[in-house]
Nanobody, 122 residues
Framework: QVQLVESGGGLVQPGGSLRLSCAAS????????MNWYRQAPGKERELVAS????????DYADFVEGRFTISRDNDRNMVYLQMNSLKPEDTAVYYC???????????????WGQGTQVTVSS
């Protein structure tokens, strides 16, 4: 069963930094691209960053370009999101997940974990 467990969120001041972690299990992690998403209160979930299976290519949403860095460690089945220069509008619950293909080839009780809360406030 696929499991995705996010951690590392917390309360930080504007301009601060956080490093989020996602522990994956239940599938061949190194075969799949991975992504970070976020969802703020009253808004739809949005894609933040993506990384290819071997980590050779990374893509970012315009609103985090130059501030966030996605990375992965396939030996440990981990994906990370380093967040710098945080802004109040970054406040959201952050989730990790694969692409749709992950769920056509694997199964899990829920396709989304519980996420980790990031709050940027003075």
């Amino acid at each position: 069963q696929v499991q995705l467990v996010e951690s590392g969120g917390g309360l930080v001041q504007p301009g601060g930094s956080l490093r989020l972690s996602c522990a994956a299990s239940g599938f061949t992690f190194g075969f799949y691209a991975m992504n970070w998403y976020r969802q703020a209160p009253g808004k739809e979930r949005e894609l933040v960053a993506s990384i290819t299976s071997a980590g050779s290519r990374k893509d970012y949403a315009d609103f985090v370009e130059g501030r966030f860095t996605i990375s992965r460690d396939n030996d440990r089945n981990m994906v990370y999101l380093q967040m710098n220069s945080l802004k109040p509008e970054d406040t959201a619950v952050y989730y990790c997940n694969g692409d749709e293909i992950l769920w056509t080839l694997n199964s899990g009780a829920d396709h989304w974990g519980q996420g980790t809360q990031v709050t940027v406030s003075s």
